[in-house]
């Protein structure tokens, strides 16, 4: 059993180790100017005024096409079982490096089912050539 692991956990620190130091600048706190999240923030800020004053999520608001349900815009943020699942898959990283390397473990598993859909011979190293 520790034997079919340890290729495993070794692919887990080989996909870290380079999301850390691709996503290097946003861990610094450089960012991209993304103008949807801006105009985002300003189209919330009613709903976010209501809530601090009313602690009530609001069910409308009326700063975006003349009106529209506030989930279309602003959730707050909440604790539960699926927040920890998140967590959890993505091994408590920091924002950038989680993205990148949940989209490596993805990429990760497709190869392991599309190698051990091949020959003997390349069924034995699945694990080595999924990680290339």
């Not at 898959?89 to 497709?110: C, D, E, K, Q, R």
Request: charged share 15%; aromatic share 14%; net charge positive.
């Amino acid at each position: 059993m520790k034997k079919d692991v340890w290729p495993h956990a070794v692919a887990v620190v080989i996909f870290i180790i380079p999301g850390f130091v691709y996503c290097n600048p946003g861990l610094q706190g450089d960012k991209v100017n993304q103008s949807d999240m801006t105009q985002v923030k300003g189209m919330a800020h009613e709903s976010m005024v209501y809530y601090q004053k009313t602690h009530e999520r609001p069910l409308w608001t009326n700063s975006m096409f003349g009106g529209v349900p506030s989930y279309l815009i602003y959730t707050r943020l909440s604790q539960n079982k699926v927040s920890f699942l998140n967590s959890l898959s993505t091994l408590w990283l920091p924002s950038p490096v989680n993205m990148l390397l949940i989209a490596m473990f993805g990429m990760y598993f497709l190869l392991l089912v599309f190698v051990s859909l091949s020959d003997p011979f390349v069924r034995r190293r699945r694990i080595w050539l999924s990680l290339l």
